[in-house]
């Protein structure tokens, strides 16, 4: 079955501060993936998206990583900012493009 | 298992007829419930935001008439495609929060012919 697993769960950094959330997939065949952020109330928003061929896409202070052997992928926020609490849901399609796995999301408050 | 059902997993109706799909939080009260289609190999885009009690809040350029949306309690949301069209075909997928983790439907892929 195809499943996408988040970690941690939930994180709580200091403003100013970076951190890593990590999303590992079982999707076979892969098309791609996506990070999304959603703040509290709204619909997610795009990060990024990842191909295949892909190892690194940047976004601002959003860098994704991906490495398609291992299936695994990293979200890296940097220089954290008060508006940066939301939650960060991982997305990994199937090669058709229709069929999407979704991660259950990382909760990130940043804090003063 | 499921926190977010979504029903029907696939559904295929005739142009010009009506096709309603459930989005259900199983075990927790949801106010607040989202509406995305995805064409294909194209980003989730949000349709509309649903709101137990009161009107859906519609993103700009989804047409209200054409997808109706009713959140008549704290664990049903419905979306309906009135006089669905070829290119409605799409997938359609809810999400709903709880405890700030966010749960998705199944979602629903509908083909009109």
């Known amino acids: 079955k195809n499943q996408v697993e988040q970690s941690p769960q939930s994180l709580i950094i200091l403003e100013g501060k970076n951190c890593t959330l990590q999303?590992?997939?079982?999707?076979?065949?892969?098309?791609?993936l996506r990070w999304y952020k959603q703040d509290t109330g709204r619909g997610p928003v795009s990060l990024t998206i990842?191909?295949?061929?892909?190892n690194t896409k940047s976004n601002g202070r959003y860098t994704a990583t991906l490495d398609a052997d291992t299936k695994q992928s990293s979200l890296h926020i940097t220089a954290s900012q008060l508006s940066d609490s939301a939650s960060y849901i991982c997305?990994?399609?199937?090669?058709?493009?229709?069929?999407?796995?979704f991660g259950k999301g990382t909760s990130l408050l940043v804090t003063p | 298992g499921a926190v977010v059902s979504q029903h029907p997993s696939w559904v295929i109706c005739k142009s010009g007829t009506s096709v309603k799909i459930e989005c259900r939080s199983l075990d927790f009260q949801a106010t607040t419930m989202f509406w995305y289609r995805q064409f294909p190999k194209q980003s989730l885009m949000l349709m509309a935001t649903?709101?137990?009690?009161?009107?859906?809040?519609?993103e700009q350029g989804v047409e209200k008439d054409k997808f109706l949306i009713n959140h008549a309690s704290l664990t049903l949301s419905t979306l309906t495609v009135t006089s669905a069209h070829p290119e409605d075909s799409s997938f359609y997928i809810c999400?709903?929060?709880?405890?700030?983790?966010?749960?998705f439907g199944e979602g629903s892929w509908l083909t009109v012919v």
């Open positions: 999400s709903a929060t709880r405890q700030n983790t966010i749960y």
């Open positions: 990842m191909t295949f061929s892909e």
């Open positions: 997305v990994v399609s199937g090669s058709s493009g229709y069929a999407l796995n």
């Open positions: 649903s709101n137990e009690g009161s009107k859906a809040t519609y």
């Open positions: 999303c590992n997939y079982t999707v076979s065949p892969f098309s791609n």
